[in-house]
Nanobody
Framework: QVHLVESGGGLVQPGGSLRLSCAAS????????MGWYRQAPGKQRELVAS???????NYEDSLKGRFTISRDNAKSMLYLQMNSLKPDDTAVYYC???????????WGSGTLVTVSS
């Protein structure tokens, strides 16, 4: 059973930074496209960024330049570096794994990021 565990969330002041991590297990990590999504209170879950198996990244347009997604295939880890955080970035952030060879998707349980002074 694929297991995704996010960490690194917390309370940060506006303008601050956080680095989220997603640890993947019980899967061949290189076979998955990975992504970060977020869901703010009262809103739908939305894509933050995704990264292909060979490291090509894609970002939601409004987040380009502030957020950076990366992966370490040797460690089965996904990361999201978030800089210049704003109150609107407050949300639960989820890690998602998309199997490259079939219609299989897996989600972590999320980590809460709160941007507030």
């Amino acid at each position: 059973q694929v297991h995704l565990v996010e960490s690194g969330g917390g309370l940060v002041q506006p303008g601050g930074s956080l680095r989220l991590s997603c640890a993947a297990s019980e899967m061949t990590f290189i076979n998955y496209k990975m992504g970060w999504y977020r869901q703010a209170p009262g809103k739908q879950r939305e894509l933050v960024a995704s990264i292909t198996r060979d490291g090509n990244a894609n970002y939601e347009d409004s987040l380009k330049g502030r957020f950076t997604i990366s992966r370490d295939n040797a460690k089965s880890m996904l990361y999201l570096q978030m800089n210049s955080l704003k109150p609107d970035d407050t949300a639960v952030y989820y890690c998602k794994a998309e199997f490259a060879y079939g219609n299989l998707n897996y989600w972590g349980s999320g980590t809460l990021v709160t941007v507030s002074s």
